[in-house]
């Protein structure tokens, strides 16, 4: 089994910042790519970021010049830096991996748990 633990959502106010952790754990052999999806209420979950493990990144058009992804390859991590926070980045914030798992050496796609994150005043 494969676990992608999720850190870091909250409350913050508009302009605000706000910094997302996932740690992927398990039955990995490697991870191809990490990512950042969210879903807000009544809408469908779309991309935010992605990043692959030789650190091409992408964004989606609203997030561009605001949010940055990294990962850290040796510790299985993806983050999501967040700055000039709106209320329509209000959602729940997923982690996602596409790996190949250490037993079979299938290729998998993993989701975490969510994390709110609420903006507002």
């Known amino acids: 089994q494969v676990q992608l633990v999720e850190s870091g959502g909250g409350l913050v106010q508009p302009g605000g910042s706000l910094r997302l952790s996932c740690a992927a754990s398990?039955?990995?052999?490697?991870?191809?790519?990490m990512g950042w999806y969210r879903q807000a209420p009544g809408k469908e979950r779309e991309l935010v970021a992605t990043s692959t493990r030789g650190g091409s990144t992408n964004y989606a058009d609203s997030v561009k010049g605001r949010f940055t992804i990294s990962r850290d390859n040796a510790k299985n991590t993806v983050y999501l830096q967040m700055n000039s926070l709106k209320p329509e980045d209000t959602a729940v914030y997923y982690c996602?991996?596409?790996?190949?798992?250490?037993?079979?050496?299938?290729?998998?796609?993993?989701w975490g748990q969510g994390t709110q994150v609420t903006v507002s005043s």
């Open positions: 996602n991996a596409v790996l190949v798992l250490a037993t079979t050496y299938k290729l998998s796609n993993a």
């Open positions: 398990g039955n990995i052999f490697s991870i191809n790519v």
